[in-house]
């Protein structure tokens, strides 16, 4: 039988969240992917869980990531977006990129990006 470890919430996500900030990700960014992946286990997806923060904070170490900045967004009409997320990392980029869509959707029916 295995021990298990138990972490409060509190403290894991402090913990993501300062490894991917040393990592050169600014607070907003840090705190989204912190979000995310603590979500990922929460919700039972344990591969795309906090299990991912060694390769999210070497992206970000190395630079392949970025930890500042934003989307930029190349062309837009009322239902269809074009962004260049310029290396910023996917878990930062993506629930921004949702949130646009859902507007695009409640005012035109369908949202693109």
Same mark, same amino acid.
């Given at each position: ?8 919430? #509190? &403290? ?7 490894? /991917?900030?040393?990592?050169? @990700?600014?607070?907003?960014?840090? %705190? ?31 630079? #392949? &990531? ?7 967004? /190349?062309?837009?009409?009322? @239902?269809?977006?074009?962004?260049? %997320? ?28």
């Amino acid at each position: 039988m295995q021990n298990q470890v138990r972490v409060s919430f #509190k &403290a894991l996500y402090v913990w993501v969240e300062q490894c /991917l900030q040393l990592a050169g @990700a600014s607070n907003e960014i840090a %705190a989204t992917m912190a979000d995310s992946l603590i979500a990922g286990d929460l919700l039972g997806f344990r591969t795309h869980g906090v299990r991912r923060l060694p390769y999210n904070v070497k992206q970000l170490a190395t630079g #392949k &990531a970025r930890g500042n900045g934003e989307p930029m967004v /190349l062309k837009e009409r009322a @239902a269809v977006a074009h962004w260049d %997320a310029n290396h910023l990392p996917g878990l930062y980029v993506m629930p921004k990129a949702v949130a646009a869509a859902i507007k695009m959707a409640q005012e035109c029916g369908t949202g693109t990006l």
